[in-house]
């Protein structure tokens, strides 16, 4: 059992940054993927980043590729999304989740569904202000 908690949302400007943690406690760290996805009111929840096993890749969606960067310390149990530019569109609950499942689906596109991701944490509310 894997267990995950966000910190780090707050209200912030629009341009402004934020730092977002997920400390996972409960089995083997690098053993798994780690996304970060988002739910703004009344939208579905949408893939933000993820980056594998050992954190040498990472991927994006188009809503936040060139602003948001999303990093993880294998030895500290914990994955960060540093948000650049942050504009109003991004006011949205922030969740990391955990991917357990086979590599090959994970990178065959299987890192964008949420639906294959096993180990949610509850969230972090971020709001940006225009």
């Known amino acids: 059992q894997v267990h995950l908690a966000e910190s780090g949302g707050g209200l912030v400007q629009a341009g402004g940054s934020l730092r977002l943690s997920c400390a996972a406690s409960?089995?083997?760290?690098?053993?798994?993927?780690l996304a970060w996805f988002r739910q703004a009111p009344g939208k579905e929840r949408e893939f933000a980043a993820t980056?594998?096993?050992?954190?040498?890749?990472?991927l994006y969606g188009d809503s936040v590729k060139g602003r948001f960067t999303i990093s993880r310390d294998n030895a500290k149990n914990t994955v960060y999304l540093q948000m650049n530019s942050l504009k109003p569109e991004d006011t949205a609950v922030y969740y990391c989740?955990?991917?357990?499942?086979?590599?090959?689906?994970?990178?065959?596109?299987?890192?964008?569904?949420?639906?294959?991701?096993?180990?949610w944490g509850q969230g972090t509310q971020v709001t940006v202000s225009s």
């Open positions: 989740a955990a991917y357990v499942g086979s590599m090959g689906l994970y990178y065959s596109g299987r890192y964008y569904s949420q639906h294959a991701y096993t180990y």
């Open positions: 980056i594998g096993w050992n954190g040498d890749n990472t």
């Open positions: 409960g089995g083997t760290f690098s053993s798994y993927a």
